[in-house]
């Protein structure tokens, strides 16, 4: 059974840093890409941000409004992954799901298959 | 990046009835990289439709996805009331997005 398991979540300060964690179990996580999607409170899905199993390169792709404050890495060996937030702004607040997608193509980011139960953010002075 | 927009944003129908939502695109999709998604309250999204048109493993043939290029269609067929839910389209070209969400609801 495919597991995903989201940890991390807290009540942070603008311009904190946090990082999230994404425990995984029942599949080949070395070969998979793993994604992550954000919900505010009360709106509708965003995509996060991407990385790529390493046969792929490890390549990372990330939203425009995350781009060069977040930073997702992988833990091949405790299948793991990781989404490092830094510089958090109250437009950040919401709850962090990772998900791991459907095959991934060089010119796509993949559906999300299997999701994660969910860890909030809560980004506030 | 491409804008998705979905219509209507809230749909009210009996059981039994049939579903039509819409998402278009504000440019044609990579190779028809749209999926939809099932979100019910309070849990993870449920992946229901891929490529836009194929069907995820465990998803009722209630359940159907069509169209190409700019212009997706998700249909219910014969709705019931666990299909109350807010049900999302996204496109996985890059970078992904998401439409605002359609809000269903059984009468």
């Known amino acids: 059974e495919v597991q995903l398991v989201e940890s991390g979540g807290a009540l942070v300060q603008p311009g904190r840093s946090l990082r999230l964690s994404c425990t995984t179990s029942g599949f080949s996580f070395r070969d998979s890409a793993m994604s992550w999607f954000r919900q505010a409170p009360g709106k509708g899905l965003e995509w996060v941000g991407l990385i790529r199993s390493e046969t792929y390169g490890g390549t990372r792709e990330y939203a425009a409004s995350v781009k060069g404050r977040f930073t997702i890495s992988r833990d091949d060996s405790n299948s793991v992954a990781h989404l490092q937030m830094y510089r958090l702004t109250t437009e950040d607040t919401g709850v962090y799901y990772c998900?791991?997608?459907?095959?991934?193509?060089?010119?796509?980011?993949?559906?999300?298959?299997?999701w994660g139960q969910g860890t909030l953010v809560t980004v506030s002075s | 990046e491409i804008v998705l927009t979905q219509s209507p944003g809230t749909l009210s129908l009996s059981p039994g009835e049939r579903a039509t939502l819409s998402c278009r695109a504000s440019?044609?999709?990579?190779?028809?990289?749209l999926a939809w998604y099932q979100q019910k309250p309070g849990q993870a999204p449920r992946l229901l439709i891929y490529g836009a048109s194929s069907r995820a493993p465990g998803i009722p043939d209630r359940f159907s996805g069509t169209g190409s290029g700019t212009d997706f269609t998700l249909t219910i067929s014969r709705l019931e009331p666990e299909d109350l839910a807010v049900y999302y389209c996204q496109q996985y070209g890059r970078p992904s997005t998401f439409g605002q969400g359609t809000r269903l609801e059984i009468k």
């Open positions: 440019q044609s999709v990579t190779s028809n990289y």
């Open positions: 998900a791991k997608p459907l095959r991934v193509y060089p010119d796509s980011t993949g559906a999300g298959k299997y």
